[in-house]
């Protein structure tokens, strides 16, 4: 069965500090994988995703497929990255249609 | 984002009644999404629309009803026999346009009383 895993619930960093948030997942298909953020008061909104291989706010990951992890990172953490993260996966379903399977979120606090 | 409404923001609703959240999207995106957000229970996924006229339940279905009788709308029911209705309720959409990258709105708050 399709799964997405994020261990921390809470990660607490200072600023300037290096930051990981991790993310497993588990799927028999091809995996396509996201990151999504929400803000304070703000909607829920795409982050990156693995197939662009962007560099969004500073945030970075890669998709290792041995270790089927999708770790989110960035070098140096900002107040403004206060925010839960989502991972998330998509998932085709038996009748062809996709959906996004989250893992339950991150919430990150950068102090200064 | 912003082509995504959902409404009303804020409801309350009385145990044992049925209550309809409403999503409307201008984005001209084929999938629509409901997903319940809980406390340190991220995102579930409710129903599904790949086209109009045709859903699918998702992970969280019970107690639940949807239809999409337009490409724009997307409603949710919440019936009675949803034993925990109080949440934070996301609608999402998607579509080849965007391509294939998942819009939420902004959400809607239900709290049974």
């Known amino acids: 069965a399709q799964r997405v895993t994020q261990p921390e619930k809470l990660l607490s960093v200072f600023k300037g500090a290096p930051v990981e948030l991790k993310c497993n997942y588990s799927y028999s298909g091809s995996p396509e994988l996201f990151w999504y953020v929400q803000y304070s008061r703000q909607r829920l909104q795409l982050l990156l995703r693995?197939?662009s291989r962007e560099s969004i706010k500073g945030f970075t990951a890669d998709l290792n497929k041995g270790e089927t992890s999708f770790h989110l990172k960035k070098p140096f953490a900002q107040e403004e990255d206060s925010a839960m993260y989502y991972c998330?996966?998509?998932?085709?379903?038996?009748?062809?249609?996709?959906?996004?399977?989250f893992g339950k979120g991150t919430k990150l606090t950068v102090n200064p | 984002d912003g082509g995504i409404t959902q409404s009303p923001k804020y409801l309350f609703r009385k145990e044992g009644q049925n209550v309809t959240l409403s999503c409307e999207q201008n984005?001209?995106?084929?999938?629509m999404y409901w997903y319940r957000q809980d406390p340190g229970q991220g995102l579930r996924l409710i129903y599904y629309s790949q086209i109009v006229n045709d859903f699918q339940k998702g992970d969280i279905a019970e107690g639940y009803s949807v239809s999409r009788e337009k490409k724009e709308s997307f409603p949710l029911t919440v019936t009675s026999a949803q034993k925990n209705p109080t949440a934070f309720y996301l609608c999402?959409?998607?579509?080849?346009?965007?391509?294939?990258?998942?819009?939420f709105g902004e959400g809607s708050w239900l709290t049974v009383v």
């Open positions: 693995h197939i």
């Open positions: 984005l001209n995106h084929d999938a």
């Open positions: 999402a959409t998607t579509g080849t346009a965007s391509g294939n990258t998942i819009y």
């Open positions: 998330a996966l998509s998932v085709r379903t038996q009748g062809g249609s996709e959906k996004l399977v």
